[in-house]
């Protein structure tokens, strides 16, 4: 691999090598009662710059479980056009959902079934004019269910929309009642008319095409579906499964009135957890009040239901509670608390954006999972009858293992006994391991299987992980004890023995984290000569709620001296070269960015951000969370809050923008044309007010991209332009 990247050329060629290793997305195991040998396929997902598009490929491991010996390898092959790729309960059956246009170009949903030799049908499932487009696995609405019994299959789609016309179209009629129109009430496709121009609020930033998810069944015998009706209008229902002997369903709702927040990045929106009983008609509330819920998930036996909950309303991302409901008596009990406080290595409570389908062990009282755990994402396993945590990772004495003790690992499922992870750091690429576990409430010799040749150690990176303590007048009084981490990461060291310039990189959200794992940011920037200072704040998940809690109403202050503070400790260490500091970030990481850039004038060469919050004032009414800056800001919100004129004050000083005199540093500005969290506005208004003050910056507009300026072609294009700018600025 690459030294220094300097020209173009290079960068380029740089960048690709960084993007050239898959990151695994999902797994599933097929294994039969009693059988030794194991197939484990999983799904990865790699950036194909030529053809600017994230692809999806399948990989197929044989394995002797016994042995650990791998009995054959396929793929990787790239899996076009697949909503879902399920296998039934027994093994017989995969059910897939694929998408495609017909010859007018119009959009089509098929459902498919497979044996193990045919195709035993297909369904046009659009054709049924039931609902709208199959949702996919967002990570939000999403879920795609056999039945037990394989006749059903469950699965979330767009509520059927109205047709709509204009009051000039001859067809069109309008069936509110309301007009002056006649209705044939026998016509079967009422158009709307007249409300062919009315504003649909929809789930927000990269969840625009979701307006109304509601619960769909397939009878896969006579191919039929039913849109479940029970569940109030004014509910978006999501993440459907099965309840025992497919009786009944459990599904979380998000409600709309008085209007929808976007959910995005978003887990404590109001929600509720509801058992539908298929035969009574009945809808049970299952969830606490107050309390904010995702991924309920049976017991392989069905007599327990576990899902995570958060309180409703406040920072974005928060310590969940793992909570366990007795299905016989519906006792709800909390199997892990929110943690509050978790000094040194502590388990600091549980965070997580998403959890495996399959988490639970045969004993029916072992689940596992990926969470944060300071600046490593590790893998627990949790006895759900006594709470007892226990992490499940490679033991770093087995020298035949040879992993990094700071690797972090991921978790994919576990079926049968057999759990399927992986682990990565900073300089190693993804690989899968995998292992029974018999008896999950004892870890200690596990022996693992390693799928594939280990992935190379890329020896142009080294990283740390290192702690900071607030200095005194940092202290937050009311959480004295939270102290925050920061990870470095340096390039191959120089020849001639000069000490690399350094980038001082800040996560968004502000309540997400860095952690350990390969990440293709800052592997580039390394390979181009750069050290990388990635800053876990206080505010960052994986430090218990404290941390979460200090930050609020203390943005722009208690966050912007902890990157600065992290910054000064490293360039007193001597290991970079603190007269060249450049900050990049986006979103809160961009609200950072312009924070210190404009708090600390003389520090940084340049600055690069991504769609950055630069001032709260004026985001509140154009993004999709506007609470997002009361809950930051630690002020109250319901939704009939305004920021008035005795608000306004107080959001301007917190924001970046009213350091904008002070800013003498080159920025280059990063805008997604489609961005609802952070709107292009924000970045315009700085690009203007700096232009005026004479200050230089460079903006960059991505149509067609959201917040996170994702689409192959403009995430390399920023990469790119990022080290080109900063280069351009190195003395
Ligand atoms: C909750 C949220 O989306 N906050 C944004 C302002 C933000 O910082 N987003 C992060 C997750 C990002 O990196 O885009």
Redesign the pocket.
Known sequence: MASKATLAGEIVSAYRDVTSYPTPTSADINISEGQATVVLQTLWSQHDLDRKEKTTLLRSHTINIATGSTLGKLGPQEVKNELWNKVSPSGKLRAVVRTGKDKQNEDKHYIEIFDSTRKLKTIDILALEKHGKIIDNDGQFGSFEWSSSEGHLLYLAEKKKAKTGSYFDPKAYKDSGSGDDDLPNEKPDLVRRGDEFEHIETWG?QLTERVHPVVCVLDIESNTVSVLENIPDDESAGQAMWGPDDAGIVVCTWKHSPYRL?L???CQRKSALYYLDLQKGSLDLLSQDGRAVRFPRFSPDMSKLIYLDVPEGGP??QCARLVKIDWATRNRQVVVDEVKHAPDLEFPGIYTYNLARQVWFDDNIHIAMSTSWRSISAVIVVNTDNGKITRLEVDTADTQANINPQASYGFLGVKRNVVMMYYSTLNQPYNLLLAQVNDPSNLSSISWIYPDDHMETLDWLTFSVLVHKPSKSRINPKYENVDYESILCLPKQSQSGTLPPLIVFS??????VFDTSFNIISAFFCTCGYAVLMVNYRGSLGFGQDSILSLTGNIGTQDVMDVESAMVEVIAKGLVDGSRIFKF???????LTTHLIGQYPDTFRAAAT??P?VNLASMFST?D?ND?IFAQAALEFDYRTLADDKLLPYLWLCSPMSHIDKVKTPILLMIGLDDK??PPAQSFEYYKALKARNVSVRCLTYPKNN??ISDVDAEADCMVNTIVWFNNHLP
């Open positions: 930033e976007g995005k990045f978003c974005h991302n996560h968004g959200g502000p309540n997400s970030g986006g979103s809160h990481g961009g609200f991504r769609n919050v993004t969370i997002w969290r952070v917040h996170s």
